[in-house]
């Protein structure tokens, strides 16, 4: 069990490594960073184990990967030596726009086989694939032509990777379009569950052209809702490795103990998913 690092949370991290198993790193902050900011990150990993987590490269998409970004991430991964690293299954640019937010790409064959392509690409600059996150989205991707669990399964089979499955990002999917988070956890094989991600949101409401119908935005500035906990029991019961769930918070930081609480039920109901396992 662990905590995505954040500047605002690190003395609260430092001050309670015997509660905390794991630390999640951004890749992206430390793209550049002075030595002094990389030395003090070769220092943490010292202490506790570190996961890498990448957010630019945009690897679901026909078009090609930068590799030069991926040649900085490499760099991050390598002063790391993390126990997994990661990305997100979405498109951040096209041609030279940026758009500067993960989005959900169509879900068609040719954003599978982009994606497959792609992770090849990284894996060549990096020396390993990363864990492939299920990403939230608002709107239903334009022009696809299949739902999110067939496209995700299809992107796993085809790379030969393996997920970094969002409860957080399931459900709120999966509430906002109205399909079963169940019957997307079914879908992926369980060996294929590499690592997990919690997190909060909230409701906002669509725009009033759009029918002013309300949808859980995933702004990783709440606390983890019960029904993510719920979802975490029933993955841990499937799931046939050991998994690293991470809590994802960037803003609104509540107090220490509170973050550390929701570590625990976490932890609780990773237990829990474990024993209903065994005792099955």
């Known amino acids: 069990m662990g905590i995505g690092w954040r500047g605002p949370l690190a003395a609260a991290i430092l ?10 790193v951004m890749a992206d902050d430390f793209i550049g960073a002075p030595r002094s900011s990389v030395r003090a990150l070769r220092t ?36 790391v030596g993390p126990e997994s690293w ?59 032509t299949h739902g999110e669990a067939e496209w995700v399964r299809a992107i796993l089979d085809a790379a030969g990777t393996d997920l970094l499955l969002d409860l957080h990002n399931l459900f709120a999917n999966a509430t906002n379009f109205g399909f079963s988070a169940d019957d997307f956890i079914a879908s992926i094989p369980p060996s294929q569950i590499g690592a997990v991600h919690i997190a909060g949101g909230r409701w906002i409401r669509s725009s009033a ?6 949808r859980i935005l995933d702004d990783h500035l709440h606390d983890v809702p019960d029904p993510v906990y719920e979802l975490l029991v029933r993955v841990a019961r499937r799931a046939v490795s050991p998994l690293t769930v991470i809590l994802e918070r960037d803003g609104r930081f509540p107090p220490t103990e509170s973050l550390l609480a929701q570590v625990d039920r976490a932890r609780a109901a990773l237990a829990q998913g474990r024993a209903l396992a065994a005792a099955a």
């Open 209 to 214: 052209d759009t029918g002013g119908e309300r």
């Open 86 to 144: 990661s990305e997100h299954l979405a498109f951040v640019r096209s041609g030279a726009l940026e758009i500067g937010h993960l989005a959900a790409p169509p879900r068609t064959r040719a954003t599978i086989d982009g994606a497959a392509r792609n992770l090849d690409r990284i894996e060549r600059v990096v020396g390993a694939r990363p864990l492939v996150e299920n990403i939230a989205t608002l709107i239903d991707p334009p022009t696809s």
């Open 44 to 79: 943490l990993a010292a202490q506790i184990p570190v996961t890498v987590h990448a957010v630019s490269l945009g690897l679901a998409s026909a078009a090609r990967v930068d590799e030069a970004r991926v040649a900085r991430i490499a760099r991050v991964v390598d002063a």
């Open 15 to 24: 001050a309670n490594l015997d509660r905390i198993d794991v630390v999640e």
